[in-house]
């Protein structure tokens, strides 16, 4: 891995945090591993003078991103389209709230441990963009695109944060219904799930690999560790995600305006 290369890179994606617009690089710089892209966002987090506010998580071999307290909100969030570098996608999830710090240590954390930390199950909207320079007729990217979209936050553009989901513990995750409604219309359900075991094994993974890196979790920060539902934001429209038939478990809400 390049010393010059992560520089490079890290710092052409903290400049586009900052000051916003987009990073256009030479392919010959665009990272070709997960261990690389994951190094890079540890480079740009080092270079912004942020406080983290949420993550996100995937299985391993996984991912993580992190979101700024700047773009993280409680329901119902609003946010700018000018907030955003690319015409952002909306998604509905459910995620794990800590009860418990798992700050960085020597020894690997066990996945007993882990889900002992975990305090609860929330709703989210995750609302994903990238710093990167994307053509938008490949606009969202597919999950092919990931050790790129790593390096930055994991396409982490911002997050809204809900109530917990009552009796989560008896509710099959994997299955649960979730659907998106702009201005009260139905737009999107639930394509896809995780039981909480993928749930957990997510966090078991990213907390062990970024301990080694020297950075833990902290009590009550959410992360996220996957789409159920979603669909590209409608400028202007209240978004609803609800959850459960009907939306007897609660809902989350965001405009973008």
Known sequence: MQEDKIEKVSNALAAAWRDGGIVNISEDLWPTSLEESLTIQDAVHAKINEEVGAWKAGMPPGYY????KSVTQKSPGHFR???????PQIEGEVALRLGQDLPSRDTPYSKEEIEAAIETVVMTIDVCDTRWYCDPSYWPP???????????????????????IPGWRDIDLAEFP?????????????IQGQPFSQMVAGLHWAANFLSQRGFGFQKGLTITTGSIAHAPAEPGALTTVRYGEEGEYGEIQITIT
């Open 142 to 164: 597919s999950g092919s695109d990931i050790v790129k979209a790593a390096a930055d936050f994991a396409n982490a553009g911002a997050i809204v944060i809900g109530d917990e």
């Open 81 to 87: 389209m000018s907030d955003f570098r690319n015409h």
């Open 65 to 68: 991103g992190r979101y700024y």
């Open 178 to 190: 979730v659907a998106i409604y702009y201005d009260g219309n139905l737009v999107a359900s639930r």
